[in-house]
């Protein structure tokens, strides 16, 4: 059409003289300013349809092959390959919202099918849980810990314990299921929507599978807190590191929470005494960042249950080589004060001040049984990668109980001997707390001052075997 237009003009313009053949002319390029624009157009939505067509062809094909293959691909698999099937859906359906499709441009422009909508709740015997059941029947199936992060035999066992309970809370759904979800999410973060899908239940009833069984941990789990009834298998594992006597090491972890309420990097303060074994003793969750830990340490039970009703650590005294008496005691960090039954390390006034061999000695040791705190909770952040997350401010109220579940599932997992995960996979850097700077106590000082000849004796000692042993073997 624009070619005959043009080669008409081009005539009467070689015929008819200058005047008429530029009229020609310029229609002519008028028609194409207008018509050129118009067929690129046709063909730029063409080419944007055909890209869209295939997209969610491509998408549907990817959420099929989720569907069949859900059992065997890992859940970290599975959780990112959902995540990113349903960004490009609502991508696609966002960008078809935005095209315009006039009458005219019908015959071109053909819609591409609508992509995936999420998939509805399965019925129990139909969904992911159900086929996985069956499939990973044996007992140390690897997917059970791939799933729930614990073998099948620990999921069992903690299912005879908690069975009672869940049935009572939730008796539409059956208890290896309300566990299994609230697991589920608990191993891998994932969203109650994921979960859903899993268990053949809403998001709704995904969450209020969660809360039921983070209670039911925290109401029939709660003695693997052992602090108040295992306490000499607790002071003989410190006496294996060096730690006459010690019946703890009290450290804080931080988890964090964004929104307004906490201010910028805010994050729930938990306080927590550790076993030798990376076991929790007892757990205080819940305290703002904003407060500082000695604040924490007076309001907590364990405060109250050493300083104020004498409940704890009441044991009898060690001797010393030296014929010291140390009574019983647990470590704290810097950031608390120096008191008779909590020890903190030395602390250098001044940049030109140094410590000497026995307190260099001390500081080893607590530094070494420190490291048993941040462990603890790393290997618990590892294994329950929903507490590595930052939650919602809205959810505040909620976290402490998911703390302490985790927690308390951490230390039923050591029973059962299961593997420890590393704990390099859930560490997270923290700022260091500051320096306590009141007053230090002076029974505390004496004992801790008592202590430390004794580790520097010992460690004196240990030095002279070792040279001793050296000069044996080779005659010197």
Same mark, same amino acid.
């Given at each position: 059409?624009?070619?005959?237009?043009?080669?008409?003009?081009?005539?009467?313009?070689?015929?008819?003289g200058?005047?008429?053949?530029?009229?020609?002319?310029?229609?002519? /390029?008028?028609?194409?300013?207008?018509?050129?624009?118009?067929?690129?157009?046709?063909?730029?939505?063409?080419?944007?349809?055909?890209?869209?067509s295939?997209?969610?062809?491509?998408?549907?094909?990817?959420?099929?092959?989720?569907?069949?293959?859900?059992?065997?691909?890992?859940?970290?698999?599975?959780?990112?390959?959902?995540?990113?099937? $349903?960004?490009?859906?609502?991508?696609?359906?966002?960008?078809?919202?935005?095209?315009?499709?006039?009458?005219?441009?019908q015959?071109?422009?053909?819609?591409?099918?609508?992509?995936?909508?999420?998939?509805?709740?399965?019925?129990?015997?139909?969904?992911?849980?159900?086929?996985?059941?069956?499939?990973? $029947?044996?007992?140390?199936?690897?997917?059970?810990?791939?799933a729930?992060?614990?073998?099948?035999?620990?999921?069992?066992?903690?299912?005879?314990?908690?069975?009672?309970?869940?049935?009572a809370?939730?008796p539409?759904?059956?208890?290896?299921?309300?566990?299994?979800?609230?697991?589920?999410?608990?191993?891998?973060?994932?969203?109650?929507?994921?979960?859903?899908?899993?268990?053949?239940?809403?998001?709704?009833?995904?969450?209020?599978?969660?809360?039921?069984?983070?209670?039911?941990?925290?109401?029939?789990?709660?003695?693997?807190f052992?602090?108040?009834?295992?306490?000499?298998?607790?002071?003989?594992?410190?006496?294996?590191?060096?730690?006459?006597?010690?019946?703890?090491?009290?450290?804080?972890?931080?988890?964090?929470v964004?929104?307004?309420?906490?201010g910028?990097?805010?994050?729930?303060?938990?306080?927590?005494?550790?076993?030798?074994?990376?076991?929790?003793?007892d757990?205080?969750?819940?305290?703002?960042?904003?407060?500082?830990?000695?604040?924490?340490?007076?309001?907590?039970?364990?405060?109250?249950?050493?300083?104020?009703?004498?409940e704890?650590?009441?044991?009898?005294?060690? #001797?010393?080589?030296?014929?010291?008496?140390?009574?019983?005691?647990?470590?704290?960090?810097?950031?608390?004060?120096?008191?008779?039954?909590?020890?903190?390390?030395?602390?250098r006034?001044?940049?030109?001040? $140094?410590? $000497?061999?026995s307190?260099?000695?001390?500081?080893?040791?607590?530094?070494?049984?420190?490291?048993?705190?941040?462990?603890?909770?790393?290997?618990?952040?590892?294994r329950?990668?929903?507490?590595?997350?930052?939650?919602?401010?809205?959810? &505040? #109220?909620?976290?402490?109980?998911? &703390?302490?579940?985790?927690?308390?599932?951490?230390?039923?997992?050591?029973?059962?001997?299961?593997?420890?995960?590393?704990?390099?996979?859930?560490?997270s850097?923290?700022?260091?707390?500051?320096?306590?700077q009141?007053?230090?106590?002076?029974?505390?000082?004496? &004992?801790?001052?008592?202590?430390?000849?004794?580790? /520097?004796r010992?460690?004196?000692?240990? /030095?002279?075997?070792?040279?001793?042993?050296?000069?044996?073997?080779?005659?010197v």
């Amino acid at each position: 059409m624009f070619g005959g237009a043009g080669g008409g003009g081009g005539g009467g313009g070689g015929g008819g003289g200058g005047g008429s053949g530029n009229a020609v002319i310029n229609i002519s /390029s008028g028609k194409r300013k207008t018509m050129e624009p118009q067929q690129g157009e046709y063909r730029n939505r063409n080419h944007l349809t055909q890209l869209l067509s295939t997209l969610t062809s491509t998408t549907s094909s990817a959420y099929s092959f989720l569907l069949q293959n859900d059992v065997v691909l890992l859940p970290s698999q599975t959780l990112t390959l959902e995540s990113q099937i $349903s960004s490009v859906s609502v991508s696609l359906s966002t960008l078809l919202s935005l095209l315009p499709n006039p009458k005219s441009l019908q015959p071109i422009f053909v819609a591409p099918p609508p992509p995936p909508p999420p998939p509805t709740p399965q019925p129990p015997q139909q969904c992911w849980f159900q086929r996985f059941l069956s499939d990973a $029947s044996a007992d140390y199936d690897s997917r059970w810990v791939d799933a729930f992060h614990m073998s099948k035999p620990s999921f069992t066992l903690l299912l005879r314990l908690l069975s009672p309970s869940l049935q009572a809370s939730m008796p539409s759904l059956p208890p290896n299921y309300t566990l299994a979800a609230a697991l589920f999410r608990l191993a891998h973060g994932a969203s109650y929507r994921s979960v859903g899908r899993r268990f053949g239940l809403d998001s709704a009833g995904a969450c209020r599978a969660f809360y039921v069984v983070c209670k039911v941990v925290n109401d029939k789990l709660g003695h693997m807190f052992e602090f108040r009834s295992d306490i000499g298998r607790i002071v003989v594992g410190f006496g294996w590191i060096s730690l006459p006597n010690c019946c703890g090491v009290l450290g804080f972890g931080k988890f964090g929470v964004d929104g307004e309420l906490l201010g910028k990097d805010g994050a729930l303060m938990v306080q927590a005494l550790v076993d030798s074994e990376g076991r929790f003793l007892d757990v205080s969750a819940g305290w703002s960042s904003k407060l500082k830990p000695d604040t924490i340490l007076h309001q907590s039970a364990l405060f109250s249950g050493v300083d104020e009703s004498r409940e704890l650590l009441n044991g009898p005294p060690f #001797e010393l080589t030296d014929g010291n008496l140390i009574p019983q005691y647990i470590l704290g960090d810097s950031c608390l004060p120096l008191l008779p039954w909590l020890l903190t390390p030395y602390v250098r006034s001044s940049e030109e001040d $140094s410590l $000497s061999s026995s307190e260099q000695a001390f500081n080893f040791v607590h530094s070494r049984g420190m490291g048993l705190v941040s462990t603890a909770f790393c290997r618990v952040r590892a294994r329950w990668q929903l507490l590595a997350k930052r939650w919602k401010e809205e959810c &505040i #109220e909620f976290f402490p109980f998911v &703390i302490v579940t985790g927690c308390l599932l951490h230390n039923f997992l050591i029973k059962c001997s299961e593997p420890l995960p590393d704990e390099n996979a859930g560490c997270s850097k923290e700022g260091e707390l500051p320096i306590y700077q009141g007053k230090m106590n002076e029974s505390g000082q004496m &004992i801790r001052d008592a202590l430390a000849s004794h580790l /520097s004796r010992a460690d004196d000692s240990v /030095s002279l075997a070792a040279r001793n042993t050296v000069k044996s073997k080779y005659n010197v």
